[in-house]
């Protein structure tokens, strides 16, 4: 079981480039979600999707899009990649959409935009 | 509006001794919270979760605990390992929602 799995881990894009983050996970979970963390700021959800088929926009959506493949798969993609967009990614899933259930996290994508 | 506010937000401590980080919540209506461990380069990893009713929760050296009256909660770690030295999450979900709201966290060190 690799649980959550994100590619690249790292990458660094100049100013209005575009590229997509990839996740993964294996445990049949239904929800998908996408994370930035920024230093000194929690976890801010860009996209999530609670179930195949369906996407959401969370706190910060702008700048980026969302495509939910299929149940195991959930990119994000920077259509024109700005400076003010390095963070660092994480992807996440959980089994259902209820707050009682526990996400999991990927080991998240480093990415510089200079 | 709903918030998680952490403190303190960095904390320094000798192997083999105990700590307490803290937890302040405004988030209405409460539904649960977690605590959740993040190592320096990788994804968090949830340590604890609680409901409105339970107050105290243990995982391991890890012991948490809730009061839902003054929303607020506490990560307590005995007897402190190196391998504690990470970044403490607290998160709280509302009630009927499917979004978490996150803390900035506590960056704890653990020093020989």
């Known amino acids: 079981n690799a649980g959550v799995t994100q590619t690249p881990k790292f990458q660094v894009l100049k100013t209005g480039q575009s590229m997509t983050l990839q996740c993964a996970q294996d445990?049949?979970?239904?929800?998908m979600y996408w994370y930035r963390q920024d230093p000194g700021m929690g976890l801010r959800l860009i996209y999530y999707?609670?179930?195949?088929?369906?996407?959401d926009k969370g706190e910060v959506p702008n700048g980026y899009n969302v495509s939910r493949l299929n149940k195991r798969e959930f990119s994000l993609r920077l259509e024109s990649a700005a400076p003010s967009q390095t963070s660092v990614y994480f992807c996440?899933?959980?089994?259902?959409?209820?707050?009682?259930?526990?996400?999991?996290f990927g080991p998240g994508t480093r990415l510089t935009v200079l | 509006k709903n918030q998680v506010e952490q403190s303190p937000q960095s904390l320094i401590i000798l192997e083999g001794k105990n700590c307490t980080l803290q937890?302040?919540?405004?988030?209405?209506?409460?539904?649960?919270l977690r605590w959740y461990k993040q190592d320096t380069g990788r994804g968090p990893v949830s340590l604890t979760i609680?409901?409105?009713?339970?107050n105290t929760k243990s995982n391991g050296r890890y012991t948490a605990t809730l009061d839902a009256d003054t929303k607020q909660s506490s990560l307590h770690i005995t007897a402190s390992q190196l391998s504690d030295s990470a970044s403490y999450i607290c998160?709280?979900?509302?009630?009927?929602?499917?979004?978490?709201?996150f803390g900035k966290g506590t960056t704890l060190s653990v020093s020989s």
């Open positions: 937890c302040n919540y405004t988030v209405s209506p409460f539904s649960n």
């Open positions: 999707s609670a179930s195949e088929g369906t996407t």
């Open positions: 996440a899933s959980r089994p259902g959409a209820s707050g009682q259930d526990t996400q999991y």
């Open positions: 998160v709280v979900s509302a009630q009927a929602g499917t979004a978490l709201i």
């Open positions: 445990m049949n979970h239904n929800s």
């Open positions: 609680m409901t409105f009713s339970e």
